[in-house]
């Protein structure tokens, strides 16, 4: 069993949220996946942000209370998140009471742990001028004030703060004066500490980054884990297994939270690989674990059409050379600087068997809700291999693009790599011609 002592899930992503019984789907496995912690957080819920300062409906407080209770049941603990940056005044008598009101209604519900979050601020600042130090003293006036207030309530009550500069491991004026200012008994979120990676949406998050945090800061990192996250691109899948992370992280952090994908049956089998993880991190297999739980979502028939899935959606956001990202096109040869006929023929072999693979996806059994959820994708792969086989066969750039890389709003359900290499792919060729 792992020795963090906060692991688990946030909703912290953009766009549509999850549903009640979403939630309680959650809670109710978590226990099984080495989990105690739910932060609700959705990005979009006015109450959460913009109108931070609105209670909630009386509908909205019962279904919070049904997950209060189902988290007391699974020994997890239930989080409401709070992200006023944008107007809160702290200052304000008038604020401060509105704030404290809003988290009296989650104290009652049995709520314990206390996120507040800074980050994402429609007006953003540089942290490295007197304004960002300026924004960290106000920030850190906030949040101190917040301790005493609530311990009053609820004397077990502990506390997480988000940055607005929330995504690396090294020194600013803002960070520095933040955490030299911060209440010892806050954590601290970060997203991503190593360098050779992207800072939000990480491939890797390293035990020396994370021992860096803490040279820098003083503090254990709490990771907002992005792993598979996907907002900015609904219609694209995430599938990797859970990877990239340090092993003594256990160690290191104070807490790790994922923060999935909008569709919460597509986040099961990751949500199983992060358990194994908590449970084992030195010993734990990345592909071994995914198969585990791809076929305890899909059955017997439909998991190695998800692993295949697995192989071509990779967790990539933004994939490109040195990003540290596993891109999907790492299933493709390299392309040259030269119009290369071995490549076509690499491409020929490689890409074949998927040619009918929405056919043999459609006969394979597994839960309908799960082929409902997947079948877009497969009939994209299969649109994919078809299209580059039928290019290599008699390039035609023009052609090819026009099957592979057509609007956002219609298909970007491919990821980012394999239309950048079909692009690639046509305008070496064409050129070539």
Known sequence: MSVLRYRGVIEGFYGPMWTHEDRLHLLRHMPAWQMNLYIYSPRDDPYHRFRWDAPYPAEEMARFAELAEEARRQGVQFAYAISPGNTFQPREPAHRQALLAKLQAFIDLGCTFFPIFYDDLVEAFDPETEVGVRHAELQAEVINALPDGITARCPDARFLFCPTQYMTAEKSRYLCRLHELLDARIETVVTGVDPDTDPICPR??????????????????????????????????????????????????????????????????????????????????PRASFRRHVTALMGEEGAPFGEVLSHWFTAEWFAAPGSGFLSSEANLPPLGDLPDAAVLDDIRHILAPLRDFNRRFNGALMPPRVATALICFANVLTEYAQAMTAFCDAPNGARLLERVARPETECYRLPYSLIDYAKRLACLFDEGA
Request: hydrophobic fraction near 40%; charge should be negative; include cysteine.
């Open 204 to 285: 890797s998050f390293s035990d020396a980054g994370a021992e860096r945090y803490f040279a820098h800061f003083g503090r254990r990192p709490f990771l907002w884990d992005n792993f598979n996250v996907r907002d900015n691109a609904l219609n694209v899948l995430h599938w990797s297994p859970y990877a990239g992370r340090g092993r003594r992280l256990h160690e290191l952090c104070a807490g790790i939270v994922l923060n999935p994908q909008n569709d919460y049956l597509l986040n099961l089998p990751i949500f199983g690989c992060l358990g194994d993880y908590f449970a084992d991190p030195h010993g734990y297999e």
